[in-house]
Every structure is written in C-alpha cells, then in structure tokens.
C-alpha cells in the first residue's frame, strides 16, 4: 500500500498532492517499473480521500506518461530512466543578474530621443483606426517583407524626402537595422567580405564579427569613407552613413559620393549599403539627397529606421533592395517571417499617410535646430577655447575635441560617477586603433531645454575638474 501523507490544511488539493507523492517516487525510483499500484478504490478507502481524487491524479500521471493502463488489470508504473543531475550551477552568477536599467541626471546619448515629444495622441488615434478598420490584416500572416500597403507609403515617401527611386516589391521592413543586415548576409550576402567605417557604428561591426563575416576596418576623414584605402582591403560590400557620419557627424560630399560608387562599379559583385538613420534633421541648408539617388547601376542597398525619427521602442526599420537583388531575396530570404508586430505596421501607414508624421517631423526639426543652439552656445560659454565642434549640420549628435592633458577615459569613469550618460569616440573605434583622441560624442535628443545650461556646466566640470571657470 502507498503511504501518501495528505495535508487536508494544505494549499494543494488533495488529487494534487496524490500526483505529486507518485511522480517523485517514480522520478526517484522508489516507485520501480512495471510496479502495480492499488486500484481507485483500495487506495481511496486506505487514505481515507474520495476516489474522484484518486482517479484525478492517476489519469494526470496517466496524461504525462508515469502510468499507464492495462485493460482489466489496473494501473502500472512505466519505465522512466532517471535524469540525474550533473555537475551544473543551478544559481545565477550574481555578475549576470541584470540591474534595473540606470536613469542618468543629463543624458548625452547618441541613442534614443525624448518620449515626452512623441505625439502620442496622434499615433494613438492611428492605431485605433487600423484596429478597427484594417481587422482582415490583422487576423492572419503577412507578408515576410511587411504589410504591401505600409511599403508602398515608405516608398513614396522615400521618392519624395531622399531621391530613392523604388518599388515596393524592394522594400523590406525589419525590426531593427541590425537585423535587416543579417537578413541580407544570410541570403545575399553569405561569406562576402564586408567594410566598415573607423570610426563607425560599433554595433555592426560586432555583428558582422559574430556571423563569421570577414570585416576590414576603413578610415573616414572629414569627407567620410577614404575610398583609396577601401580600394586597398578585399572588401566587396561597404556599409557607410553618407547623411551624417556616425559618429564624426561628417556629411559625405558628392565627389566622394560618386567615388565610393566608382569603386562599386568596378566589380560586378560590389555593393554598398547606405545606412541613413537620422537624415530627416539637417540645420543649415536644404536636406542632401541620399546616395542611392545617385546610383545608375542598381548598386545601392538603402537601409533606414524610424528609430530616430519616431521612437526607437517602435522597432521599426526598412531596406530597400536594388532590383538585381530581388530575385534571390524572393528565392531565399521569404523563409524568414516578419520581425515587426503588423499592428505596429498598419499604424505607422496610416500615420504617414494622415500627415501626421510630416507634422512631427517639421515640429522635432525646429526644436532639434533650437536646442543644438542653445547647447552649442552652451558650450561655448562654459568651456571657451578649450573644445572643438565638430559635425553639428545635420543629425542628432556632434563631436566635441577637447584639450586636455589626462586620458579621455578618466573623463568617462568621472562621468559615471557625476551621474552623466557620455560616451567617447573610442566606443566607436577598433581596439587596436593605438592612441585614442580625446573627443566625445554629444547627442543632445534626450536632453531638455530648459536643463541645457546646467548639463553643460555639469559636463564641463566633468572635463576640466580643476581649472573649471578658467578661460
Ligand atoms: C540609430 C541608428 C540606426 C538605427 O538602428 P535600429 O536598430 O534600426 O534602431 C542605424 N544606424 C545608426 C548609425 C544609428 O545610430
């Protein structure tokens, strides 16, 4: 007979309590295989419950396959060879356990903006019509590239704000630039060598290393990418940021523009992917067309993101492929499904349709313009002769030269402990670059107006500790 001990003040029901006792003894093997174990009836009357309990737990151990039946015979115990444990930490090292995400006093971050600005309201009344007027869309699978109706207002919208002459058949959205990369490098792509900028965007370089790509690291100076050294490395696809140089904020002139697709145009499988993360936001002069406008070859692959544009939390990126490329992408890449939620999809056509993006995108430019002044005479006033501006046409962040005699790394770890979000170029660069310039990288859309004077003084303070006030 089985002694199951029941707790009728327990927590757990009673046929609960019957399954667990069996399972264990089972798991341990107490319980051997094949063992027969008392009918309904027998157990029920010795543990003083009632059968029903008795009959819940033997069929739940019967559904997860601890027991079985036979016809006439009764219930039997099958053969489960114990999993024993290994040596294994069962604990999370307290190293990898993650901390609340820090919330700085003064962010200078190059990534994400300020959510307060967000029009909310607009995006909200968007999204309610696409939930009850776009209901078909949402109650299936769409399309691996993205909602049909959603590419075709990007692609207007491209046409129109960067000179990008495409189809929607071309355009694929994506979660994240990133991912649309390794989209592109598993089905396009595969083992081509790739070249980045230096200084460039950290994160692709580190993705492109984790997929096994062969990297080479390209010199920008203040015209962008240095084609004479890319010429150089065996590279056959260039990823560059012609709008504004991340991070030197450098915007790229034609002559170089029409350099870097004379090296494209060399060799047939030569490409060059344009990443134009925050092209909408350029402060002196007209917006510069993108250098996939430029493109006579089909050679450019476009890539952007509403991450800076709207919200980054959106996950909200797009390609658009050369025509040449379609085929293969139509062969290979329809395998993946979308990354982004459709109802996130169907909202974002609708807003850029109803003008309500425009509307936020002329409103985030003035005061993109505003603040930058106010920063920049901000800086001027605190720190002097001391720093330099670099990169500040276009674009949400600039370089700041400083003249300092300590290590631009000290001036980071003080950062930190002043409770300032700043990072250095140096994130942006190769470990083995040799000596590090002392120069930041100040992104200004997270921080507000109306704290732009203390936030520099606080940066600058952070800079020149002692001779702070010193001109
Ligand atoms: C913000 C940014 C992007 C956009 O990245 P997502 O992953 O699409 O948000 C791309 N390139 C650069 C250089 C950026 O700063």
């Not at 046409?159 to 694929?172: A, K």
């Not at 240095?226 to 790229?252: D, W």
């Not at 349709?353 to 605190?382: C, V």
């Not at 720190?383 to 400083?402: C, D, I, P, T």
Request: with cysteine; proline share 5%.
């Amino acid at each position: 007979m089985l002694h199951i001990p029941i707790d009728r003040d327990h927590s757990l029901p009673v046929y609960k309590q019957i399954y667990e006792w069996i399972k264990n003894e089972i798991l341990q093997g107490t319980l051997a295989a094949e063992t027969k174990l008392p009918s309904k009836r027998t157990l029920a009357t010795s543990l003083n419950v009632s059968q029903n309990s008795v009959l819940s737990a033997y069929s739940q151990l019967i559904a997860e396959g601890y027991l079985y039946t036979k016809e006439r015979s009764g219930y039997f115990v099958e053969t489960i060879h114990p999993i024993r444990p290994l040596n294994v930490e069962k604990k999370l090292d307290p190293k990898l356990s993650e901390t609340r995400p820090k919330s700085y006093r003064y962010s200078f971050s190059h990534m994400g903006v300020d959510a307060s600005l967000f029009p909310f309201h607009d995006w909200h009344q968007s999204e309610q019509k696409a939930m009850s007027e776009d209901k078909a869309l949402l109650s299936d699978i769409n399309h691996p590239q993205g909602i049909y109706k959603l590419r075709e207002i990007v692609a207007n919208k491209i046409r129109h704000t960067r000179g990008v002459i495409c189809e929607p058949e071309q355009i694929v959205i994506g979660a994240s630039m990133q991912w649309l990369l390794q989209l592109f490098l598993m089905v396009i792509a595969e083992s081509e060598p790739f070249a980045i900028e230096e200084p460039g965007y950290h994160r692709l370089s580190s993705l492109l290393k984790t997929m096994g790509t062969p990297v080479y690291h390209v010199p920008v100076d203040e015209r962008g990418i240095e084609v004479e050294k890319l010429r150089k490395t065996p590279a056959n696809i260039a990823i560059v940021t012609p709008s504004h140089q991340m991070p030197t904020g450098s915007i790229m002139p034609v002559s170089r523009r029409t350099e870097l697709l004379h090296w494209c145009y060399e060799t047939e499988n030569r490409y060059v992917i344009e990443d134009d993360y925050d092209s909408e936001f350029k402060y002196e002069g007209d917006i510069i067309p993108s250098l996939q406008s430029l493109d006579v070859n089909e050679k450019v692959i476009y890539i952007d993101s509403f991450s800076k544009s709207l919200l980054p939390d959106l996950r909200m990126s797009y390609m658009a492929l050369p025509l040449g490329l379609i085929d293969i992408f139509k062969e290979k890449g329809l395998h993946f499904m979308q990354t982004t939620s459709v109802l996130t999809q169907l909202t974002l056509a609708r807003f850029l349709k109803s003008g309500d993006y425009d509307k936020h995108i002329k409103r985030m430019s003035k005061y993109y313009k505003e603040l930058r002044e106010k920063l920049i005479a901000a800086i001027q006033q605190h720190f002097g002769s001391r720093v330099q501006v670099e990169g500040e046409k276009a674009g949400l962040h600039f370089l700041l030269h400083l003249d300092i005699e300590e290590p631009i790394e000290a001036i980071i770890e003080r950062a930190e402990k002043m409770d300032l979000e700043l990072y250095s170029i140096q994130r942006f660069m190769q470990k083995a670059s040799g000596s590090i310039p002392a120069t930041l990288i100040i992104g200004f859309a997270k921080l507000k107006p109306e704290e732009i004077d203390e936030a520099v003084e606080a940066l600058c303070r952070c800079c020149f500790p002692k001779g702070h006030g010193l001109r």
